[in-house]
């Protein structure tokens, strides 16, 4: 099992930046790719950014999002945070970090972010 905890959710105004933090534990062997995921309210979970174990990325092709998210690991091992620049009010949502072992995926219980206009 793999457990992960968000943090850094928050409210901020638009315009401006946050970074939320996601740490695994339990047994984090062979987690192949961890990333973020949110939920807008009244709307379906979406991607918003992945990285592999080896540093690849995948972002979301939603052009909401395009240029303004970055993914990365954190400095301690199993960590992954997600950068986020120019905030809009349609960020506001429940980010959640989800992490893949085995193919199989893990979620945390998600940080909320409000992004007031």
């Known amino acids: 099992q793999v457990q992960l905890v968000e943090s850094g959710g928050g409210l901020v105004q638009a315009g401006g930046s946050l970074r939320l933090s996601c740490g695994a534990s339990g047994n984090t062997n062979s987690i192949n790719v961890m990333g973020w995921y949110r939920q807008a309210p009244g709307k379906e979970r979406e991607l918003v950014a992945l990285?592999?174990?080896?540093?690849?990325?995948?972002?979301s092709e939603s052009e909401s999002m395009k240029g303004r998210f970055t993914i990365s690991r954190g400095n301690a091992e199993n960590t992954v945070d997600l950068q986020m620049t120019s905030m809009k009010p349609e960020d506001t949502a429940v980010y959640y970090c989800?992490?893949?072992?085995?193919?199989?995926?893990?979620w945390g219980l998600g940080t909320l972010v409000t992004v007031s206009s």
């Open positions: 989800n992490a893949n072992q085995y193919g199989r995926d893990y």
């Open positions: 990285i592999s174990s080896g540093g690849g990325t995948k972002y």
